[in-house]
C-alpha cells in the first residue's frame, strides 16, 4: 500500500495537485466509503472512523457529501 500512495503523491505533485485539494478529496472519498459500508447508519460510520457523529456530520456537510 505504502508503494501505491508514494506513487500517487509523486504524480500529484507532478501535476500540480495543491495539498487542501488532495486532502479534501481524500478525505471525502473515504468518508463515503465508510459511510456505503456502513449502509448510511452515521452512528456506526463514525464510530469506525473515530470520531464523534455530530463531528462526522459537520464534515459531511462541510465536504458536501451526498448521502
Excluded at 463515503?32 to 456530520?57: F, M, P, Q, S, W
Excluded at 459531511?60 to 448521502?67: P, T
Aim: with cysteine; charged share 40%; hydrophobic share 40%.
Amino acid at each position: 500500500m505504502r508503494d501505491l500512495l508514494d506513487k500517487l503523491i509523486i504524480e500529484m505533485v507532478e501535476k500540480g495537485v495543491h495539498y487542501e485539494d488532495a486532502r479534501m478529496e481524500f478525505e471525502k472519498r473515504f468518508i463515503t466509503k465508510v459511510i456505503d459500508d456502513a449502509a448510511g447508519n452515521l452512528c456506526r460510520a463514525a464510530e469506525t472512523l473515530g470520531v464523534h457523529r455530530n463531528t462526522l456530520a459537520r464534515r459531511i456537510k462541510e465536504l458536501k457529501i451526498r448521502r
